[in-house]
């Protein structure tokens, strides 16, 4: 099975997706179309509402994704990044 579907607690957050889902569009069926741009660039966030990265695999390019293996990677390394406000200093 594809995406994660044989882990039960993975396949009741992918249908409680597909209900959202079905759900807006019956509320508004060009939903899809008519959608505003999420402004951190997650598509869940923009599509949805929220956003799931555990569950999240369509988007290797995913912001949010990104970020998070950022953190790991800096934290399992020690490193800190520090923003220098200041040019000067």
Not at 42 to 62: F, H, P, V
Request: hydrophobic fraction near 30%.
């Amino acid at each position: 099975m594809s995406w994660g579907m044989e882990d039960p607690k993975k396949r009741e957050d992918i249908l409680f997706l597909m209900e959202l889902s079905e759900k807006k569009m019956r509320e508004n069926p060009n939903y899809v179309n008519e959608v505003k741009k999420s402004s951190n660039g997650c598509w869940m966030d923009q599509m949805y509402g929220l956003q799931r990265c555990d569950i999240c695999d369509l988007d290797d390019n995913c912001p949010g994704k990104i970020e998070k293996l950022w953190q790991e990677y800096c934290e399992a390394n020690n490193i800190i990044v520090e923003k220098n406000s200041d040019p000067d200093s």
